[in-house]
């Protein structure tokens, strides 16, 4: 039966890690995956976490399974971090959550659960949007379209464009938004446009789903969730996949939430209830270690405020590296204008770079970056950032 099975093509963006990884050049420079780096180029272990791994070593009494949808503690604390501790919703019970592993398999399983639920539904997604999230639907057999999201002349917002495209989405749909630090673009509504994203949506009956992967990382833990809050003040129903790859540095535990906000406490436990079976159809119930060290930390006040003054420092990196980018291009006399990279957010940009240029970088300075010209701003190091403006500088 395998043996003529065709060889899938690589990945979009762990594909070019493969390449990265096999490039013998010291100087190599890798901008395309994801993951945040620290001034010495390594992805670093939290303080807070270890401190919280060794509190679970010494207090850890079994390895048993844990429930369909998580550690209700977990479930709990992420609630309270992305809709405040006093959030109307929460006292009201409208809220049900899932523990998943990753944020990725939190997509998947709200992709599923709409499939089963509303198979007629269209989820309608951000152009451009994270490579994954075309695929993980299809593979779900939902049906996707885009609306317009990115302005190629400003480098900015297409805001206008967008909310009159969401405003002719039928009732019924999905749409699917960055809570912050959009992927690819780093281009964030601000407080007041989402604002009349939640209005126009809750006048379309239209079901927002927040793929919300990185907060922390853009403004700051509240500021970050302002447009998750906006939709729910407005939106009766909403699902929200979160991740806590980025800002607890748990890439290799895959830790995340899917949320599910109804009108009634009642319609959430229904809706949560074909959520866990389609959980358990997939990968029955999630692991355990990343999870509980999220829980631990959240949980305990000091180590709370040590995560949050790591993760700010994480955040002040990224914004450093923006401004240091923007300033050594503009002194190795690059004419065209980058400042828009310095105004964006998270670990992303689009740096306006085409096809060609990237292929160049690749081929004749060994610098990786995603083929639509999208770079990681975390990757970049005070170590690597004259050689990599060099290389730009060359290519444009």
Request: proline letters at 6%; one cysteine or more; hydrophobic letters at 45%.
């Given at each position: 039966?395998?043996?003529?099975?065709?060889?899938?093509?690589?990945?979009?963006?762990?594909?070019?890690?493969?390449?990265?990884?096999?490039?013998?050049?010291?100087?190599?420079?890798?901008?395309?995956?994801?993951?945040y780096?620290?001034?010495?180029?390594?992805?670093?272990?939290?303080?807070?976490?270890?401190?919280?791994?060794?509190?679970?070593?010494?207090?850890?009494?079994?390895?048993?399974?844990?429930?369909?949808?998580?550690?209700?503690?977990?479930?709990?604390?992420?609630?309270?971090?992305?809709?405040?501790?006093?959030?109307?919703?929460?006292?009201a019970?409208?809220?049900?959550?899932?523990?998943?592993?990753?944020?990725?398999?939190?997509?998947?399983v709200?992709?599923?659960?709409?499939?089963?639920?509303?198979?007629?539904?269209?989820?309608?997604m951000?152009?451009?949007?994270?490579?994954?999230?075309?695929?993980?639907?299809?593979?779900?057999?939902?049906?996707?379209k885009?609306?317009?999201?990115?302005?190629?002349?400003?480098?900015?917002?297409?805001?206008?464009?967008?909310?009159?495209?969401?405003?002719?989405?039928?009732?019924?749909?999905?749409?699917?938004?960055?809570?912050?630090?959009?992927?690819p673009?780093?281009?964030?509504?601000?407080?007041e446009?989402?604002?009349?994203i939640?209005?126009?949506?809750?006048?379309?009956?239209?079901?927002?789903?927040v793929?919300?992967?990185?907060?922390?990382?853009?403004?700051?833990?509240?500021?970050?969730?302002?447009?998750v809050r906006?939709?729910?003040?407005?939106?009766?129903?909403?699902?929200?996949?979160?991740?806590?790859?980025?800002?607890f540095?748990?890439?290799?535990?895959?830790?995340g939430?899917?949320?599910?906000?109804?009108?009634?406490?009642?319609?959430?436990?229904?809706?949560?209830?074909?959520?866990?079976?389609?959980?358990?159809?997939?990968?029955?119930?999630p692991?355990?270690h990343?999870?509980a060290?999220?829980?631990t930390?959240?949980?305990?006040?000091?180590?709370?405020?040590?995560?949050e003054?790591?993760?700010?420092?994480?955040?002040?990196?990224?914004?450093?590296?923006?401004?240091?980018?923007?300033?050594?291009?503009?002194?190795?006399?690059?004419?065209?204008?980058?400042?828009f990279?310095?105004r964006?957010?998270?670990?992303?940009?689009?740096?306006?770079?085409?096809?060609?240029?990237?292929?160049r970088?690749?081929?004749e300075?060994?610098?990786?970056i995603?083929?639509?010209?999208?770079?990681?701003?975390?990757?970049m190091?005070?170590?690597?950032?004259?050689?990599l403006c060099?290389?730009?500088?060359?290519?444009?």
């Open positions: 039966m395998f043996e003529n099975v065709p060889m899938a093509p690589p990945d979009s963006i762990l594909g070019i890690t493969e390449a990265f990884n096999k490039d013998t050049n010291p100087r190599k420079i890798n901008l395309s995956v994801g993951v780096k620290d001034e010495s180029g390594k992805t670093p272990i939290l303080a807070c976490v270890k401190a919280a791994e060794k509190k679970l070593l010494e207090t850890e009494g079994s390895k048993s399974y844990l429930p369909i949808d998580g550690m209700p503690q977990y479930d709990k604390l992420v609630q309270e971090m992305i809709f405040a501790p006093q959030s109307p919703l929460l006292t019970g409208r809220v049900a959550t899932s523990q998943t592993p990753s944020g990725t398999a939190a997509v998947r709200a992709a599923d659960y709409l499939h089963k639920l509303f198979p007629k539904a269209t989820v309608w951000s152009d451009p949007t994270w490579p994954n999230h075309p695929q993980i639907f299809a593979a779900a057999g939902v049906a996707t885009s609306y317009p999201y990115f302005d190629k002349v400003t480098n900015g917002l297409a805001f206008e464009k967008m909310l009159a495209a969401l405003g002719q989405i039928p009732g019924g749909d999905v749409v699917l938004l960055h809570g912050c630090c959009h992927n673009s780093g281009i964030d509504p601000t407080a446009q989402w604002q009349a939640a209005r126009v949506l809750a006048q379309r009956g239209v079901l927002p789903l793929d919300f992967a990185y907060q922390g990382f853009g403004l700051g833990l509240q500021e970050d969730a302002a447009g906006a939709l729910a003040a407005q939106c009766p129903e909403m699902l929200v996949a979160t991740s806590y790859s980025k800002n540095g748990l890439y290799s535990e895959r830790v939430s899917l949320s599910v906000v109804a009108a009634t406490s009642q319609a959430a436990q229904a809706a949560q209830s074909q959520i866990k079976a389609v959980i358990r159809a997939n990968y029955s119930n692991p355990a990343g999870g060290i999220v829980a930390i959240l949980a305990d006040p000091a180590l709370k405020a040590q995560w003054q790591e993760l700010a420092a994480m955040r002040n990196r990224i914004l450093g590296m923006r401004k240091s980018f923007v300033q050594t291009l503009k002194a190795k006399g690059v004419q065209a204008d980058f400042s990279i310095a964006q957010t998270g670990m992303f940009s689009f740096s306006g770079l085409s096809k060609d240029q990237v292929e970088l690749k081929k300075f060994s610098i990786y995603v083929g639509n010209g999208r770079i990681n701003v975390a990757g190091t005070p170590g690597n950032m004259d050689a060099t290389a730009i500088a060359a290519v444009l």
